[in-house]
């Protein structure tokens, strides 16, 4: 049998997912933006195992999602503080949120997690670059960039 050559796309998400494309990285970037920046209070409310979630916060501290902040010296211990490309995260966040309210079957809404300074809840959306229009599903389109990764 054949071997098929594995060549794959290489891309801004891929290399994004590298940092922060795993269940416990997201949850614990949800929790720093509810005000939940110490580990306990981050494995208590995400149910992750102690080991993994350690080496999530790592990942995401050396990606530079998340910063370490020192609270006491005796014993060492830091909390974690969301930098600015942590808080750039925030519409992707919410456009997983709306995805799972909207596709999978009994998925809490949860609490809102970003409000406009009138007050409501804030939404993500997807907005042309060039004339600020907001694009629906339908709208998207990706240019012809060539061949996919499996030749075709």
Known sequence: MA???????????????NVVGEKWSLLAVREVF????RFD????????????????LRTLVDGGVLR?????????RDEY???????????ALLGLMRWGMRWVPGAPEGPTVFTHECGGPLDAGIVCAACGEEAGAADLSVPDNGPTANGT
Do not use: F, M, W
Request: net charge positive; with cysteine; charged share 30%.
């Open 81 to 91: 503080h969301l930098t600015q490309a942590g808080r750039e995260l925030a519409p």
């Open 41 to 56: 209070g981050i494995v208590r409310n995400t149910g992750a195992p102690r080991d993994v979630l350690a080496a999530r």
């Open 34 to 37: 509810y005000g939940v920046h």
């Open 3 to 17: 071997r098929r050559k594995v060549d794959p796309r290489e891309c801004s998400l891929a290399s994004a997912l």
């Open 68 to 76: 370490r902040v020192r609270y006491s010296e005796r014993p060492p």
